[in-house]
C-alpha cells in the first residue's frame, strides 16, 4: 500500500477513532448492565412481583383490565398493553394524561391478568435501568440526542473499516496475534489494540450498524406513519371524533382471527403513535426466536370492532425490529449475554488503548505511521 494512502487512512482513522471515543466510551459501559437488565432488576428487587396464586386461576378479559388500569390512575388515558413472555401472568400498561404523550412521560406498570392489581415497575419509571437507558439511547436529550448518537455510531464504523485497511499491511510483517513484548510500552499496547480490535471486528460492526438503526427508530417509526400507517387509516380522514369506545375485551380473538397463528405483543390504543383516532392497532409476532420481533399490525375499528386492515411489515420496520434485540444479544439467552459482556469488556479496552495511543504519540511528536512499523 504507497504511503500517501496509508496517511489518508491513518488521518480518517485518527478522526473517526478520536471524534467519536468519549461518546462510545459511554454507550459501553452503559450497554454492560443493559445487557443483564432482566437480572439486574432481580436483583434490586424493581422486577415486579406477582401474587402466588392457583394455575386454574382465570384472567379477566381486557376491558376489565382497562378498568383495572383507569381506576389505578384515574385521570389517565390508556397508551399499550403489552405482554412478556418473562411473566405471562403479568399485562405491560402504558398511561399517560393524554393519548398522545411522548413515551418518556408515561408511567408504565403492570397488571396482574388474574386479579387486575397494579404492581410497579421501578425500572420502567426512573429506576437504575431507566438512567442507563436514557443514557445509552439519548443521553436525556430527546432525539437530538439520538440523532448524534446515530452519528457517533457511524464514526465508529468507519473507524472500524479504516483500523482495518490499516491493519492489512501491518499482518503482512507479524504472525496473527504477536504482541511485541521486547518492545516499547507503546507499541505492545498497539499490538494489543490491533489484536483486540481485529478480534473484535465482526460483532463491533454488528453492535455499531444496529445501534445507528436503533438510534433512528423514531425517524423510522415518523417515516411507518406516513406511509404504511397513513394509507391503512386514509378512509378515515375525514371521519368525525370518535366520543366513546368499544370495549377492548374481544381485541385479541379478533386479531388472531385476522393473522391466524401469530402471538399478541402490544395493543395501542387510539391516539397513540402506533395507531390512529379511531383505530385499536393490535400487533402480533410470529413463534421464532427471529419472527418474535418482526411485527404485523392488525388495525381494528375502535367504535365498530371490524378489522379494516392487516398491515404488511416495510423492510425498515423490520430491520428496526431485528436491530434492537440484537444490539444487546437478547436473542441466545444467558449465552449470548455473556458473550456480548465479554465482547463489550473487550470494546472498552480498544477504546481507551486506542485514546492512550495517540495521548502517548502526541507527547513524544512522532509520526503517525512510525508505531506501525
Given amino acids: 500500500m504507497k504511503s500517501t494512502t496509508i496517511r489518508r487512512w491513518s488521518l480518517i482513522h485518527t478522526g ?47 376491558q376489565q383490565l382497562v378498568k383495572a388500569a383507569e381506576a389505578h390512575r384515574p385521570g389517565e388515558v390508556m397508551q399499550y398493553f403489552g405482554w412478556d413472555a418473562d411473566e405471562p401472568n403479568g399485562v405491560m400498561t402504558i398511561m399517560a394524561r393524554t393519548a398522545g404523550t411522548e413515551p418518556n412521560s408515561s408511567h408504565t406498570f403492570m397488571l396482574d391478568a388474574r386479579t387486575g392489581e397494579a404492581v410497579a415497575m421501578p425500572s420502567a419509571n426512573g429506576g437504575l435501568m431507566m438512567v442507563m437507558l436514557r443514557l445509552h439511547v439519548d443521553m436525556f436529550a430527546g432525539l437530538p440526542g439520538k440523532l448524534l448518537l446515530a452519528f457517533m455510531g457511524l464514526l465508529f464504523v468507519l473507524a472500524i473499516v479504516s483500523g482495518t485497511v490499516l491493519y492489512m499491511p501491518f499482518m503482512r510483517r507479524l504472525k496473527f496475534a504477536s504482541v511485541r513484548q521486547d518492545k516499547s510500552s507503546r507499541l ?14 465482526s460483532w463491533a460492526l454488528v453492535v455499531g450498524v444496529t445501534g445507528v438503526i436503533s438510534a433512528c427508530a423514531d425517524l423510522i417509526i415518523a417515516a411507518w406513519r406516513n406511509d404504511s400507517l397513513s394509507a391503512m387509516v386514509a378512509p378515515y380522514r375525514d371521519a368525525p371524533p370518535l366520543t366513546s369506545l368499544a370495549p377492548a375485551s374481544r381485541l385479541l380473538e379478533i386479531a388472531r382471527e385476522a393473522a391466524p397463528g401469530m402471538r399478541p405483543d402490544f395493543i395501542a390504543f387510539p391516539g397513540t403513535r402506533f395507531s390512529s383516532e379511531h383505530h385499536y392497532a393490535v400487533f402480533l409476532k410470529g413463534g421464532s426466536h ?80 512510525e508505531g506501525r512499523r
Avoid at 459501553?28 to 415486579?48: K, Q, V, W
Avoid at 505492545?188 to 471486528?201: E, K
Wanted: net charge neutral.
Fill in 16 to 62: 473517526s477513532s478520536l471524534i467519536c471515543t468519549m461518546f462510545l466510551l459511554l454507550l459501553a459501559l452503559t450497554g454492560l448492565p443493559l445487557i443483564f437488565h432482566h437480572e439486574i432488576d432481580h436483583l434490586l428487587g424493581d422486577a415486579p412481583q406477582l401474587r402466588e396464586l392457583p394455575a386454574d386461576t382465570p384472567r379477566l378479559d381486557l
Fill in 188 to 201: 505492545r499496547w498497539l499490538d494489543l489494540h490491533n489484536l483486540i480490535g481485529v478480534v473484535t471486528l
Fill in 290 to 369: 427471529l419472527t418474535s420481533h418482526l411485527l404485523t399490525p392488525v388495525l381494528i375499528d375502535a367504535r365498530t370492532l371490524q378489522v379494516t386492515a392487516v398491515g404488511e411489515r416495510p423492510w425498515y420496520m423490520d430491520a428496526m425490529g431485528m436491530s434492537q434485540p440484537l444490539h444487546f444479544g437478547d436473542y441466545g439467552g444467558l449465552p449470548m449475554k455473556l458473550l456480548w459482556a465479554a465482547l463489550d469488556v473487550l470494546t472498552l479496552i480498544v477504546l481507551g488503548s486506542g485514546l492512550y495511543l495517540w495521548i502517548v504519540r502526541r507527547r513524544a511528536g512522532k509520526p503517525t505511521r
